[in-house]
């Protein structure tokens, strides 16, 4: 009997000892699981910044390139007497600045619903 019962306990502390091992095991590997997933995170943090950082600076640059635009149109405009009366120089002065508002706005949402 006492040989019985000893081989019993030897087995149980087996058991116990395979038992801690799996657990240590599971646990490592959901720490690792964690750290995984907080990387991801972080990386899609950078990448949310970085594209709404360019996405504003190429909104920026639409908009220097527009007013641009607009600027050498209206002086054309206004040098070519032939092309443009005084009233549409006065009104195309007066609606370049709203035109680009315009532009940007647009541009803006059409970036904000893609990204």
Not at 6 to 12: G, I, L, S, T
Not at 71 to 91: D, E, G, K, M, P
Not at 101 to 108: E, N, R, S, T
Request: with cysteine.
């Amino acid at each position: 009997m006492g040989l019985k019962h000893y081989k019993e306990q030897e087995q149980e502390q087996v058991q116990e000892q395979e038992q801690g091992q799996e657990e240590e095991e599971q646990e490592e590997q959901e720490e690792e699981e964690e750290e995984e997933e907080e990387e991801e995170i972080m990386i899609f943090r950078r990448v949310k910044k970085t594209s709404a950082k360019q996405s504003s600076t190429l909104l920026a640059h639409f908009v220097c390139v527009t007013q641009r635009m607009l600027h050498s149109t209206v002086l054309f405009c206004c040098n070519n007497s032939n092309y443009a009366s005084t009233t549409s120089q006065l009104a195309a002065f007066k609606l370049a600045p709203l035109v680009v508002v315009v532009v940007a706005a647009v541009v803006v949402v059409v970036i904000v619903v893609v990204v």
